[in-house]
């Protein structure tokens, strides 16, 4: 069965510093893998995704980089991070089967920016 | 691109009583409707989802149905249960992106 992993859980970082989460699934083949947001309270917005190794799509401008150096691997980043990327931020996988696309979540990872 | 409102934003209801959250969307090619549950604190879950040649489906107490012609979906639960209390989006897609609603806050009153 398919699993999907994400660290760390929990981050405290200071404005101005940098960010690298990663997020890796087991068990499957060439997935597609995306990065959401979730601000306290609020709903999910996508921020990137990839269909493949080195395949990049940003939904949103920001000061968030994200990248896919193996199959399974999809790693967000940024250089100098904001109050305002505080969240929760969840990876996803998703594997296009007759172009239904079943999304499942890891456990994300809760970021406080001070 | 798809836009997905949903409505309403919270909803209250008495155990044992039914919850019905709607959605609508705009994209016609989008083919495939996910609901998802999220508990405090916790990543969503899917819970039921429907494809666009399917007008209703159901498992246990949770039913989904899709109406096409004119781009809405529902979900509803029957005799809710106080671990129903959770926030619920509704989400469409026809490519490789979800669209997601904005999110139902349900709260299940003992």
């Known amino acids: 069965s398919q699993t999907i992993h994400q660290w760390p859980a929990t981050l405290v970082q200071p404005v101005g510093s940098p960010l690298s989460l990663e997020c890796t699934v087991e068990?499957?083949?060439?997935?597609?893998l995306y990065w959401y947001r979730q601000a306290a309270g609020r709903g999910l917005q996508l921020l990137f995704y990839?269909?493949?190794?080195?395949?990049i799509s940003s939904e949103v401008p920001q000061n968030l980089s994200a990248s896919r150096p193996q199959d399974r691997q999809f790693i967000l980043s940024s250089k100098k991070l904001l109050l305002s990327d505080s969240g929760f931020y969840l990876c996803?996988?998703?594997?296009?089967?007759?172009?239904?696309?079943?999304?499942?979540f890891g456990p994300g990872t809760r970021l406080t920016v001070l | 691109g798809e836009n997905v409102e949903q409505h309403p934003s919270t909803l209250s209801v008495q155990e044992g009583d039914s919850a019905v959250i709607k959605c609508t969307y705009s994209?016609?090619?989008?083919?495939?409707f996910p609901w998802y549950k999220q508990e405090l604190g916790k990543r969503p879950q899917l819970i039921i989802d429907?494809?666009?040649?399917?007008g209703e489906k159901k498992d246990q107490r949770i039913a989904v149905t899709l109406n096409k012609t004119a781009k809405h979906f529902s979900l509803h639960i029957t005799e809710t249960q106080p671990e129903d209390s959770a926030v619920y989006f509704c989400?469409?897609?026809?490519?490789?992106?979800?669209?997601f609603g904005a999110g139902t806050t349900v709260t299940v009153r003992a």
């Open positions: 996803a996988w998703s594997v296009l089967a007759g172009r239904v696309n079943e999304q499942f």
């Open positions: 068990g499957t083949s060439n997935p597609n």
């Open positions: 990839s269909v493949g190794i080195g395949q």
């Open positions: 994209d016609s090619a989008s083919n495939y």
């Open positions: 429907i494809r666009s040649n399917v």
């Open positions: 989400a469409a897609s026809g490519d490789y992106k979800l669209s």
